[in-house]
Each structure stands twice: as structure tokens, then as C-alpha cells.
């Protein structure tokens, strides 16, 4: 009986992060914003892959105003496994949205 083995490997792709959770009006900065992820599986899904489709993802619910570091989740496409993500956190900064301008007061005149 022949066997065909179906060759594997490894592959690193630089991709973006993306923010889940965020507040309207409310700033963010993540540093970095991009992140190194290296996948592992068959050769040809590897070689096939859309690496645009590729997001890390920061959870920021429940974060306050200021800065945080956040753990990154990834989620590899079907048939391939997460070998490592580099790094695995980021650094978010959350500013307040701007305060409205004082109400002009009115005064009264004689």
C-alpha cells in the first residue's frame, strides 16, 4: 500500500491588530500595531493563505482611560495551528473623549 504523506511546515506573517471593545469618542493608540504570528500545517494551505485575512485582536471592555497592557488572541484559519505570536501583548493608551466647552453664562444687565 503507498502512503502520501502531505508535506508541513511553518510560515510568519506580519499582521495587523485589531481593538474589540472600544468606547465612541474615546482615543487609542496601540504600540505595537502590528505583530508577527507564525503558522504551522500543510505547505500548500500555508502558501495559499490571504495573509490580509490575518487579525490579532486587543479586548479593551471594561478598560479605563489610560494606559494598559493587553493580551492578544488569535484565531488561525481551519486546518492550520498557531505555532507563536510575537508579541503577545500590546500596549494600549485610552484618552477620555474632550470635555464640551463651558455654557456661555448669561448675566443679567440693568
Known amino acids: ?27 487609542y493608540v496601540v504600540s505595537p500595531d502590528h505583530v508577527n ?7 500548500l494551505t500555508l502558501s495559499a ?6 487579525i490579532a485582536t486587543a479586548d479593551l471592555a471594561g478598560l479605563d482611560p489610560g494606559v494598559h497592557v493587553v493580551t492578544l ?5 481551519v486546518g492550520l495551528q498557531l505555532v507563536s505570536l ?14 464640551p466647552p463651558p455654557s456661555p453664562i448669561a448675566t443679567a444687565t440693568p
Request: proline share 12%.
Open 49 to 54: 493563505l490571504d495573509s490580509t485575512q490575518l
Open 37 to 43: 504570528v507564525t503558522l504551522g500545517g500543510p505547505t
Open 1 to 27: 500500500m503507498l502512503t502520501i504523506a502531505q508535506e508541513t511546515g511553518t510560515q510568519t506573517y506580519g499582521i495587523g491588530v485589531s481593538l474589540s471593545g472600544e468606547l465612541p469618542g474615546y482615543g
Open 73 to 77: 488572541t488569535f484565531d488561525p484559519p
Open 86 to 99: 510575537d508579541p503577545t501583548e500590546v500596549t494600549v493608551t485610552i484618552t477620555a473623549p474632550p470635555s
